[in-house]
């Protein structure tokens, strides 16, 4: 059973705003103008990021960009900041429109912020405005991971973890018994640990990723299909992997310069959301993702100097979690989906190692961005999984 939320339920959390202070807009300003460029010997994506790309983005983000309107775009939607153990977590809230919203806990990774849930996250809580039923409406809970944006960064390594903060938001500070998951990246992970420790509070979750199942002798051989997608994995690993193998085992030195250089900022983040999203029939990056949105993904990293914090995630996770065991699995149903322009896409039958999969869809568009990429495909995947559960 799922309870609802009760108005002003929102125990001691303190609402929240985004803002820009003039301090923080001269500076960044004046760092914008004072860029020394480096040199490059193409104007394409094969040394990494794209000369002409970055410097379009830059001459909008000094020149054009709107820091008014763009703290009215983040502010749309409500947002809290409570504390949970004495560490700080930073949420947003859209209340479903309906007769009974379910809660839906939605997470990103990284290099995402929630700016990407802008297009997604009404889909969800409203869908009679976009077509719908009322009656499949979500609260739309979308809460910042530990070091990223405007939640706490840790003080010390591995001092939170992110599925125990966000299930105590989800049940101690919100009030529900019961609540679905669901996530992209790093927040697909944090999915399957609350489906892991908290399976009697998780209804069903909802990955764009999903775990790799520790292999055993006693594991049933692998079939073609895996087979390929772990070959798949390997070779994205060694063309495409550097940024997470700095993350996993230097991201401080990296983080120094990143921290004091809006361009070294954009050029580490724009890259990924170039190279890792659908341009379906030839678009550019630039009209899949509009300068406004890449820039407030970057003000969120850059206003909070988050940045280091939310690589050293990735060190954390790598050097301190005890990994998987043969015998751990996820009962918790759920649902894959494997976006076509995605880092790589496991097969069903990998996944079906893993975790109780009930759907397992493979969209005809969309990358590692998708609830900016294909809201309406991400919210209809996502209903149908939920319609699915309910019908049983």
Not at 36 to 53: F, H, I, K, L, Q
Not at 109 to 127: I, K
Not at 147 to 168: I, K, M, N, T, Y
Not at 372 to 391: I, S
Request: hydrophobic share 40%; glycine share 6%.
């Amino acid at each position: 059973m799922v309870t609802e939320l009760s108005e002003g339920c929102q125990g001691r959390s303190e609402p929240f705003r985004v803002q820009f202070s003039q301090d923080l807009r001269a500076d960044l300003r004046h760092r914008l103008a004072a860029v020394r460029w480096s040199d490059a010997v193409t104007a394409d994506w094969r040394y990494g990021m794209n000369p002409e790309v970055l410097r379009t983005l830059i001459g909008h983000w000094r020149t054009s960009y709107d820091f008014d309107a763009a703290e009215e775009r983040l502010n749309a939607i409500p947002q809290f900041r409570v504390e949970i153990d004495g560490f700080g977590v930073h949420y947003l809230l859209l209340k479903g429109r309906g007769p009974r919203p379910r809660p839906l806990l939605l997470m990103n990774g990284w290099p995402s912020s929630f700016a990407e849930y802008q297009r997604l996250a009404p889909r969800l809580a409203d869908p009679e405005a976009f077509g719908g039923a009322a009656d499949e409406s979500f609260d739309v809970i979308m809460p910042a991971l530990p070091g990223f944006g405007f939640s706490d960064r840790p003080r010390q390594p591995h001092q939170v973890l992110a599925e125990d903060l966000f299930h105590r938001l989800m049940t101690e500070e919100l009030g529900y018994t019961q609540y679905f998951a669901s996530g992209t990246d790093i927040g697909a992970g944090v999915a399957t640990r609350l489906a892991m420790k908290f399976p009697r509070a998780v209804t069903g979750i909802h990955l764009s990723a999903v775990a790799d199942p520790p292999l055993t002798p006693a594991s049933r051989p692998l079939s073609p299909a895996e087979t390929y997608y772990l070959a798949q994995a390997d070779q994205w690993a060694r063309e495409e992997g550097a940024y997470e193998h700095v993350h996993y085992t230097r991201p401080q030195t990296l983080a120094f310069a990143l921290s004091d250089s809006p361009v070294g900022l954009a050029s580490w983040i724009v890259e990924k959301f170039a190279l890792w999203s659908d341009h379906g029939a030839g678009e550019d990056v630039l009209q899949v993702f509009p300068l406004d949105l890449l820039i407030d993904n970057l003000m969120i990293y850059w206003a909070t100097e988050t940045i280091g914090s939310s690589m050293r995630y990735y060190f954390d996770d790598r050097h301190f979690r005890s990994p998987l065991a043969a015998e751990d699995h996820v009962n918790v149903p759920t649902a894959v989906c494997m976006w076509p322009a995605d880092l790589v896409t496991a097969p069903r039958e990998w996944a079906e190692r893993f975790y109780d999969v009930r759907q397992y869809s493979r969209p005809a568009r969309g990358g590692h961005f998708p609830a900016w990429e294909a809201p309406e495909v991400y919210a209809e995947d996502f209903r149908a999984f939920v319609r699915a559960l309910a019908t049983g």
